[in-house]
C-alpha cells in the first residue's frame, strides 16, 4: 500500500467509520519511516510482535465515530498483510539481516562500574 491515509480508507471499507478514526493507527505503524525512509522501516513494527504492541498503545479495540467498537488487532493485521502480503514474525525480519564484526563487539564494564566485582592484582 503506501500511504497511512490509504490504509485508513482501506479500514473505512472493512469496518465504517471515518478515515480519521484509524488514521493514528496506521501513523503508528509507518512512524519509523522518520528513521529510514524506504522497506526497512517496516522492520521495527511490521510483524506479528509490532501488532500485539499496538494493541498494548491503543487498547483492546477502538470506538470509531459510528459508536462501533474495532478490535485493534484486526487494524494492525490488515495494516501489516496490505504492506507485506501476510504476517511475519520478527525472527523472519532479523533473519534476513546480515551480521557485522561491530554489532556484537560488547565491551566488559563490570570491573568499572561494579564496586563489588573482583579485582585483579
Known amino acids: 500500500m503506501g500511504h497511512c491515509y490509504h490504509h485508513a480508507l482501506s ?11 484509524y488514521l493514528p493507527l496506521h501513523q503508528w505503524f509507518d512512524q519509523s519511516k522518520e528513521i ?5 522501516h517496516r522492520a521495527l513494527r511490521h510483524h506479528a510482535q509490532g501488532i500485539f504492541q499496538l494493541e498494548r498503545t491503543f487498547g483492546a ?25 501476510f504476517i511475519p ?3 523472519d525480519w ?10 556484537g563487539r560488547a ?3 563490570h570491573r568499572e562500574v561494579d564496586p563489588f566485582a573482583a579485582v585483579k592484582e
Not at 12 to 19: L, M, N, S, T
Not at 94 to 103: Q, Y
Open 11 to 21: 479500514s473505512v471499507r472493512k469496518w465504517g467509520g471515518e478515515p480519521e478514526d
Open 36 to 40: 529510514i525512509a524506504d522497506f526497512r
Open 61 to 85: 479495540t477502538i470506538t470509531i465515530s459510528t459508536g462501533r467498537a474495532v478490535p485493534v488487532r484486526l487494524i494492525g493485521e490488515q495494516h501489516v498483510r496490505e504492506d507485506l502480503g
Open 89 to 91: 514474525g520478527f525472527a
Open 94 to 103: 532479523v533473519r534476513c539481516i546480515r551480521p557485522e564484526s561491530w554489532m
Open 107 to 109: 565491551q566488559p564494564i
